[in-house]
């Protein structure tokens, strides 16, 4: 009996490991078709799908019936119980990893929330006044930084997704200082996102800076995301945003 059982079995898959046939069971899926229907969707000859009609016969997949001089084909699925139970334990593979997968991925984001650095600032300006004030160099000049302690005496800005950009000027000391990278989202005057690598961080890796500015009846609020830091000391030394918030708030309101 487990014999006979066995071999009703492959013959299933063996029935279905044709493409042909396959096509020919996903024609019949809801609905009944002639043979000559079937036979009309396929560049193989009549006789060579008569042919594959009753191998899907033999094992119960398609049944037939006479409606005059036309034999209807109907779609069985019962057999195919058999592959269903095939798959159960790869089903149960595929959860574990997609749930493995899942909670990689929420880890991910949650490392990448905690390491991120998150200011605000609420602005009496246009967001159009503000985003042109963080992108175009002559602006940037005037107010990114305070004189004697931090001054930014040139930037180079391509203002574009993938152009680059540059600043330099004087830090603590009279150490001069470099700050560059890439664009990477350019939404005037919502959205500006671009890489950040500093010279003066020897620990420093590229890292992500995000401006989202959102007005509403003339006063905007700027949000600053700096993320991607792969260091708590690298992270320590990038607390001056409040700082400069706050000089991008003196110049735009003045």
């Given at each position: 009996?487990?014999t006979?059982?066995?071999?009703?079995?492959?013959?299933?898959?063996?029935?279905?490991a044709?493409p042909?046939r396959?096509e020919?069971?996903?024609?019949l899926?809801?609905r009944?078709?002639t043979?000559n229907?079937?036979a009309?969707?396929?560049r193989?000859?009549?006789?060579a799908?008569?042919?594959?009609?009753?191998?899907?016969?033999?094992?119960g997949l398609v049944r037939?019936?006479r409606?005059?001089?036309?034999?209807?084909?109907?779609?069985?699925p019962?057999?195919?119980r058999?592959?269903?139970a095939w798959?159960?334990?790869?089903?149960q593979?595929?959860?574990e990893s997609?749930?493995?997968?899942k909670?990689?991925?929420?880890?991910?984001?949650?490392?990448?929330?905690?390491?991120a650095?998150?200011?605000?600032?609420?602005?009496n300006?246009?967001a159009?006044?503000?985003?042109?004030?963080?992108?175009?160099p002559?602006?940037?000049?005037?107010?990114?930084g305070?004189k004697?302690r931090?001054e930014?005496?040139?930037?180079?800005?391509?203002?574009r997704a993938?152009?680059?950009?540059m600043m330099?000027?004087?830090?603590?000391?009279?150490?001069?200082?470099?700050?560059?990278?890439v664009y990477r989202?350019?939404?005037?005057?919502?959205?500006?996102?671009?890489?950040?690598?500093?010279d003066w961080?020897e620990?420093a890796t590229?890292?992500?800076?995000?401006?989202?500015l959102?007005?509403?009846g003339?006063?905007?609020?700027?949000?600053l995301t700096?993320?991607?830091f792969?260091?708590?000391?690298?992270r320590?030394?990038?607390?001056g945003w409040p700082?400069?918030l706050s000089?991008?708030?003196?110049?735009?309101?003045r």
């Open positions: 009996m487990a006979l059982r066995r071999k009703r079995n492959e013959a299933v898959f063996r029935a279905i044709d042909t396959r020919i069971l996903a024609l899926r809801g009944r078709l043979v229907d079937i009309g969707n396929f193989s000859s009549r006789p799908i008569s042919k594959h009609l009753r191998l899907l016969r033999s094992v037939t019936e409606a005059g001089t036309a034999r209807i084909c109907r779609l069985d019962e057999p195919l058999v592959v269903d798959l159960k334990d790869y089903r593979f595929w959860r997609l749930q493995s997968l909670d990689y991925m929420e880890d991910e984001a949650m490392n990448a929330t905690i390491d650095i998150i200011e605000q600032v609420t602005i300006a246009s159009e006044s503000i985003f042109a004030a963080l992108t175009d002559a602006q940037r000049v005037k107010w990114w305070l004697g931090f930014t005496e040139h930037m180079e800005s391509d203002l993938g152009g680059r950009w330099r000027g004087t830090g603590m000391g009279g150490k001069p200082f470099k700050v560059h990278g989202t350019v939404d005037r005057p919502r959205l500006l996102s671009f890489t950040w690598l500093p961080d620990e590229e890292t992500l800076v995000q401006f989202d959102d007005e509403r003339g006063v905007t609020t700027v949000r700096h993320s991607g792969k260091s708590q000391g690298s320590t030394r990038h607390q700082q400069i000089w991008l708030k003196g110049y735009a309101e």
